[in-house]
């Protein structure tokens, strides 16, 4: 299992053979990305428990999964000055960029309590920077797989401001 980056280190899930998204949907693919879920949610779960969260008390973890098999964590970190504060999830795009990442497919999302809280606006639209769409996984801290949320970032962000926008 690799690790990635010296400030935010996460395992690699299981390997697709088949290169399949975790919103594939044949039985084996179901398996495989059945895994591949449980893989981020324990990462992003990990990554949760270093956030730095003196003032909302709200600790969120996120991982993202590449591409290319990798997966890049983040934790939110809360400053006095609201606005310097980092999302967990833009966290772990961070983390992609710097170790030179490309592509996420999917972004497993954890927070406090039974039920996954959804990422900020700013989080979905830098998500949205970096991919057309991909999986986005909602779980609590709290609550089992039933509680879980799979949806979509084009879901969620159904239109994004993207570079093609800039474009005259």
Known sequence: ???????????????????????????????????????????????????????????VGAAI????????????????????????????????????GKKPVACAVVTQGQVGGSPCGICRQVLAEFSEDMTVILAGDAGGPEHMRITSLSDLLPDAFRQKHLRR
């Open 1 to 59: 299992m690799s690790k990635k980056s010296h400030a935010s280190k996460a395992s690699k899930p299981a390997k697709s053979k088949s290169g399949r998204d975790p919103s594939s949907t044949s039985a084996e693919a179901r398996d495989e990305a059945a895994q591949i879920v449980a893989a981020l949610v324990s990462a992003a779960k990990d990554a949760r428990k270093r956030a730095y969260a003196p003032y909302s008390k709200y600790k």
């Open 65 to 100: 999964l590449t591409e290319a098999g990798d997966v890049f964590i983040g934790c939110n970190v809360e400053n006095a000055s609201y606005g310097a504060t980092v999302c967990a999830e833009r966290g772990a795009i961070m983390q992609m960029v710097a170790a030179g």
